[in-house]
């Protein structure tokens, strides 16, 4: 590692570097593992968008599941699994929304289609059929016709602003290396974990 060993975002930053250029595919896909109020656990894929040292943050609408156990528990873990480097990190820490500034100024950068998709789609709801979903995008094409397409007011980013990481990268006869850090006073105290 040449990033400050001391920093696990700069840590992060050289690892995520060095998925970009050689993951085949998605090297910013992450699973979101959240939690509802009763303990109920669920993860999917999401896309990372952007991070810096306030957090890590991806988009989504506020009526899918994900959104609803934020609300009612704000803890999440994210896990970014780098088949080709043989690298995990893991990153638990509480969701909070991103200012509307920054989720209108994301929005405005995605394809129209994407825009478009966001309006049509119920995220997490129930459809009657595929057919459903295409009639929403069809109804929502027409409406936006070839004007701008606004952010809905159901559509926003959340930002994870850890509370811990851990890196794990593979090691022979499966002696991993692992290294956990938790912050404290004077920034993140670490250790190295038996794999």
Known sequence: MSADVSNPFAIFEEWFAAAKKAEAD???????????????????????????????????????????????????????????????????????FVDDAE?????????????????????????????SLEKEVAKFTAKFGAGKIPRPPFWTGYRIVPDGFEFWEEGRFRLHRRRSFTPNSDGWSTEWLYP
């Open 103 to 131: 989720a209108d100024a994301y929005f405005a950068t995605r394809p129209r289609g994407a825009q478009i998709g966001a309006w049509a789609s119920r995220q997490s709801g129930a459809m009657e059929g595929l057919f």
């Open 26 to 96: 998605l090297p910013e896909a992450m699973s979101v593992a959240t939690a509802s109020k009763d303990g109920k656990v669920t993860s999917r894929m999401v896309l990372l968008k952007s991070f810096d040292a306030s957090g890590f943050v991806f988009f989504t609408n506020t009526g899918s599941r994900k959104a609803a156990d934020i609300a009612e528990n704000s803890q999440v873990a994210l896990l970014f699994h780098w088949k080709s480097q043989s690298r995990q990190v893991r990153i638990t820490g509480a969701a909070q």
